[in-house]
């Protein structure tokens, strides 16, 4: 729907929903579930929007690309009650998310430097696969959950989808990770970190593990370097309407 709409124009929830390639019940929907603020009534009783709701309908959609649908509705929640601060948190909570990706990508780049032969670690990698798996001998699965900061349950359920391999001890029939083993341990992690299902990363981790190199990896990289720019942006649409409508509101 065009922006040139009178101040004192009455719009129904078709003329709402036209354009944005809604029903009108989505319109009552959003409307009911305080997205939009509530609409005056006929005094047949039906529903009379204005262009400030046609700017809040706006505005929530432009929000949803870059903050998901859940947080995007929660914004335009807080801003139609008046809690204007509440919104810009979680505005402020969707961006340190994204930052927040941003430095998982970078640990992954690093990472991958790992996979590459005669490729010294950059600046700030951290410590190799040796050094993080214990030295030659390995390690166990509890440290190296800590290591990472998960369950040793999530280490045996990407094991069961054949992200990692570790050995048993003979002895004990323990997990036994080496540094292979910890190398995908920490790229599956940090993979899972960036929104990457399990059976998206078996294929990649079993491709480099099997002589495939980093190439896919490195694919997956760029991918996820494309979605997280995407979010960037839109999150930028997202504000430039949300900032008319606070406008609009006054």
């Known amino acids: 729907m ?3 709409l ?6 129904r929830p078709v003329d709402l929903a036209r354009g944005h390639g809604l029903s009108t019940q989505a319109v009552r929907n959003y409307e009911e579930a305080g997205i ?7 005094p047949h009783g039906h529903r009379a929007y204005t262009p400030l709701h046609a700017q809040a309908l706006r505005a929530f959609l432009a929000l949803v690309p870059g903050h998901g649908h859940r947080t995007a509705a929660s914004i335009m929640r807080a801003v139609n009650r008046g809690a204007v601060d ?7 909570d969707s961006h340190a998310r994204l930052l927040d990706d941003r430095r998982t990508l970078r640990a992954v780049e690093r990472a991958l430097g790992d996979l590459e032969p005669g ?6 990698a951290g410590p ?14 509890g440290p190296l959950a800590q290591r990472l900061g998960i369950r040793p349950a999530t280490l045996r359920a990407w094991e069961r989808a054949g992200l990692v391999r570790p050995r048993r001890d003979p002895r004990t029939g323990y997990r036994i990770y080496d540094g292979a083993d910890v190398r995908d341990a920490r790229l599956a992690h940090q993979l899972r970190r960036g929104g990457y299902p399990l059976e998206r990363i078996a294929p990649l981790i079993a491709q480099v593990r099997e002589a495939g190199g980093p190439g896919p990896l490195r694919a997956a990289l760029r991918d996820w370097q494309d979605r997280l720019s995407a979010r960037g942006r839109a999150m930028l649409a997202g504000a430039a309407e949300l900032e008319a409508y606070l406008r609009e509101r006054g």
């Open 86 to 92: 509440e919104a810009f948190h979680l505005i402020d």
């Open 128 to 141: 190799g696969p040796a050094a993080v798996s214990g030295g030659a001998g390995g390690t166990f699965i």
């Open 6 to 11: 009178q101040k004192g124009q009455r719009l």
């Open 119 to 124: 490729t010294a670690p950059g600046p700030g």
């Open 2 to 4: 065009g922006r040139n």
């Open 36 to 42: 939009l603020p509530a609409a005056d009534r006929t």
